[in-house]
Each structure stands twice: as structure tokens, then as C-alpha cells.
């Protein structure tokens, strides 16, 4: 089961493992306060599709299918998910927006 929390929510304790699923570490969080058990930058949209889409709603669809590709063209992502598919897993993110983001497709991804 995957769960989605922006990682600037207060963390609570929990035992489910943490991913910070981000290509860039998040401003202002220490790695202490992160708690998170892996930064799985590997799975997270490149460079160029990141900037592209630089979280404009009108773009998300499209940004949505980019990342799918990306993601079946990924090795590391084909891994991650056969890996941490049937586990409890929290996956961390850090946009503002908690609609358009890429932990949101990533987790449809994942258990797709």
C-alpha cells in the first residue's frame, strides 16, 4: 500500500517505511527531520520534464503521460516497484500543491 504526505507535514511517528520521491532535496528540512529510510531521486521525473511542467495545472496531464514513459523506460523504477510493491510505504514530496504533483502519478504508476 502507498501513501502520499507532502514531507513538510508534521511527521508522525509511524512504521511504515518513508521515500522521498524528489529529484532535489527539499528546502529547509534537515535530514534529521525528514526521518525518511531512502531518497529515491532515480524515480523521480528528470530534469527536463521537472522544469517543463514547473507545476502548471494545465500542463499535468501531459506531464502525467511524460512521466509514465519515463518511468517504463526506467530501470531503477521497474525494480522499485517489483521491490516495495507489497509493502507499506509512505512516499514524500515536497510541492505546495497536493493535486498536481509527482508523487500523485507516481503512486498511480506504481500500483498500476
Known amino acids: 500500500?502507498?501513501?502520499?504526505?507532502?514531507?513538510?507535514?508534521?511527521n508522525v511517528e509511524d512504521c511504515e517505511y518513508r521515500i522521498l520521491v524528489d529529484r532535489l532535496w527539499p528546502r529547509g528540512i534537515s535530514k534529521e527531520k525528514a526521518k525518511i529510510n531512502l531518497w529515491a531521486k532515480e524515480i523521480a521525473p528528470s530534469n527536463e520534464l521537472r522544469k517543463w511542467f514547473n507545476h502548471?495545472?494545465?500542463?499535468?496531464?501531459?506531464?502525467?503521460?511524460?512521466?509514465?514513459?519515463?518511468?517504463?523506460?526506467?530501470?531503477?523504477a521497474m525494480q522499485f516497484k517489483?521491490?516495495?510493491?507489497?509493502?507499506n510505504i509512505t512516499l514524500l514530496y515536497s510541492a505546495k500543491n497536493e493535486?498536481?504533483?509527482?508523487?500523485?502519478?507516481?503512486?498511480?504508476?506504481?500500483?498500476?
Open 56 to 76: 502548471d495545472i494545465s500542463k499535468f496531464e501531459l506531464f502525467k503521460n511524460k512521466y509514465f514513459e519515463e518511468l517504463n523506460n526506467n530501470e531503477f
Open 1 to 10: 500500500m502507498f501513501r502520499i504526505k507532502r514531507i513538510y507535514d508534521e
Open 99 to 112: 493535486k498536481y504533483n509527482n508523487a500523485i502519478v507516481l503512486k498511480e504508476w506504481l500500483e498500476s
Open 82 to 87: 517489483k521491490e516495495y510493491t507489497n509493502h
